[in-house]
């Protein structure tokens, strides 16, 4: 409350001029104060005239009125000063290095609260209160506090820049535009800043449609690895119970095995005990019927042996290990071989499927990126070489088996099942699966076919079956003289537009894409074929013509 009443005490001992506490004040006869200094200033400007105007009111005075000092109105601006100093303003209201000060304050300034475009001045709050009270000033511009207010004064006319040049795009004044502007598309600074703004806008909004756009992309990735997340774990899951559930079932198939053994087991023992114990009681009674036989052949009486003689009981039937036919002795032999061939099976089948599960694995294919640009394609390059064992013998390796030439008569290879016999084709060494990309370099006018396919592919024999492009098992695109034509499962394509001597092959083997680019200065599509890949894919060349030559690139 005191600071309002001292800042209201002050404005009422202002001098009007300079807005600042009245020094040496002295009164007109209208009754207005001002400082001593300021109004001499004034009416010093006024001389020409003869008369003297009150910068207030505009009263008029002839001749120049003799100044007198206002003693009580000095006495009470020095007790303002001093109420002043003992409520002194916070120190954080002061001007520091990194402020913009006061421009009107003496002494110690005060931080400015707004700086005037058209004043081009920075006011502290006390000194802007003109610009809020005043009509003339209530249409001056306002802004932030700068101390760059220079910078809208022209440095050639030191006049305030008003006018922007659209020609030379900058800000100049209304001289600059009737000099070295003359003719130049001009608008005043406001209008182009009003233009800028509205662009400005129009940006702005294209920039946060693009954040929310790029937000939605990013929730969806988001989302996207929750659900990859979330498959993966469940794959996991599932896979780990579908073997646990295989591993029961060959520990109860163990069992069984193992239960049906010694079962088998226990009857061929117990039959053979049996057979033992027969055995064994026939030898006791054979024994038996010796001791008594050997009895009687003993005795030395005649009669008595003769009378005995014919009351012997003929001897059982032998029971002979060659009428039991005891087969030869593999036992349980046989079922090891049979458990061990049962576990080779097994272990084909579990390797074929881990082969098939990976690749399938290998297709899962989070939202990547497609590539835009040949550097973006560069990042995928493979490094390509051909395979000997499956070039026609019309075609010669070099390079480092990159390089594939016609040659007008058969070269020295041996037969392999891998070679193509009757079509002039090779293929790479390297599967592809994944992402890859690689360039072929040809005379430009043509005679080569870039290709890819399956590693099943016939080989023997001029069929279809043999042929690129041809089947369900490959694709080609053949550069002719003039254009080209894309052959898939022998549907024919055609594709207009100038040859070039390189071509670029873009394989994404799980999104089941095949593209193909023609390279010069720039990279140009020249076909895309969409399809399901179900296994890994070769890269192959055709030279159709002797002396005709296709080359992988090697790529940085």
Same mark, same amino acid.
């Given at each position: ?35 001593? &200094? ?138 600059? &535009? ?108 054979? $024994? ?5 036989? $050997? ?20 001897? +059982? ?192 083997? +799980? ?46």
């Amino acid at each position: 409350m005191a600071q309002q009443e001292n800042q209201l005490d002050r404005e009422r001992f202002s001098c009007s001029i300079c807005l600042d506490l009245l020094r040496d004040p002295v009164t007109t006869g209208c009754g207005h104060s001002y400082c001593k &200094s300021c109004i001499n200033t004034h009416w010093d400007k006024e001389e020409e005239r003869g008369s003297y105007s009150c910068p207030q009111c505009r009263q008029t005075f002839t001749p120049r009125p003799v100044l007198v000092r206002n003693t009580m109105l000095a006495d009470l601006v020095e007790e303002l000063k001093k109420t002043e100093l003992q409520a002194a303003p916070a120190d954080h209201c002061y001007a520091g290095p990194e402020d913009v000060a006061c421009d009107v304050c003496t002494g110690t300034k005060l931080k400015a609260l707004k700086s005037c475009l058209v004043c081009l001045a920075s006011y502290c709050e006390k000194h802007l209160q003109p610009h809020h009270q005043s009509a003339p000033f209530k249409k001056h511009k306002l802004v932030e506090p700068s101390e760059k207010l220079h910078e809208n004064m022209c440095s050639r006319h030191d006049e305030v820049m008003k006018i922007f040049c659209r020609t030379d795009q900058q800000c100049i004044c209304y001289l600059c &535009s009737m000099d070295e502007h003359k003719d130049h598309d001009t608008v005043s600074a406001s209008a182009e800043k009003t233009e800028r703004q509205r662009e400005l806008g129009l940006r702005r909004k294209t920039i946060q449609q693009r954040v929310q756009d790029t937000e939605k992309d990013v929730k969806l990735l988001q989302q996207e690895e929750e659900a990859v997340n979330g498959s993966a774990d469940k794959a996991v899951e599932d896979s780990e119970e579908i073997f646990t559930e295989l591993i029961r079932l060959l520990e109860k198939k163990s069992s069984n095995v193992r239960q049906q053994i010694r079962s088998q087991q226990e009857t061929e023992v117990s039959r053979v005990r049996e057979l033992q114990e027969r055995l064994e009681q026939e030898i006791t009674e054979l $024994k038996r019927k010796d001791h008594e036989l $050997k009895q009687l052949s003993d005795t030395e009486d005649h009669n008595q042996l003769l009378h005995n003689y014919p009351s012997l009981s003929p001897l +059982s039937e032998s029971t002979h290990l060659s009428s039991i036919r005891i087969r030869p002795l593999r036992k349980f032999e046989d079922v090891t071989a049979a458990v061990s061939q049962v576990r080779g099976q097994l272990q084909d089948i579990l390797s074929e499927t881990e082969t098939k599960i990976l690749q399938i694995v290998s297709r899962v294919d989070v939202l990547l990126p497609q590539p835009e640009n040949r550097a973006d394609f560069l990042k995928y390059s493979q490094e390509i070489t051909l395979d000997p064992n499956t070039a026609n013998k019309y075609l010669s390796l070099s390079k480092g088996n990159r390089k594939v030439t016609f040659m007008s008569q058969q070269q020295s290879y041996s037969n392999h099942p891998d070679r193509f016999t009757d079509r002039w084709q090779v293929l790479s060494r390297e599967s592809m699966t994944g992402r890859c990309y690689w360039e072929v370099k040809m005379r430009v006018r043509g005679g080569v076919c870039v290709a890819v396919t399956y590693k099943n592919i016939s080989r023997a024999g001029n069929t279809f079956e043999c042929n690129f492009g041809c089947n369900d098992k490959s694709w080609m695109l053949v550069c002719d003289s003039n254009s080209y034509t894309v052959y898939d499962n022998s549907i024919k394509t055609p594709v207009s537009g100038p040859l070039s001597s390189r071509v670029g092959v873009y394989l994404d083997h +799980s999104a089941g894409v095949l593209s193909f680019y023609r390279i010069s200065d720039t990279m140009t599509l020249i076909h895309r074929v969409q399809t399901t890949f179900t296994q890994p894919l070769y890269a192959g060349v055709v030279v159709c013509y002797p002396g005709y030559t296709a080359e992988f690139c090697k790529l940085k």
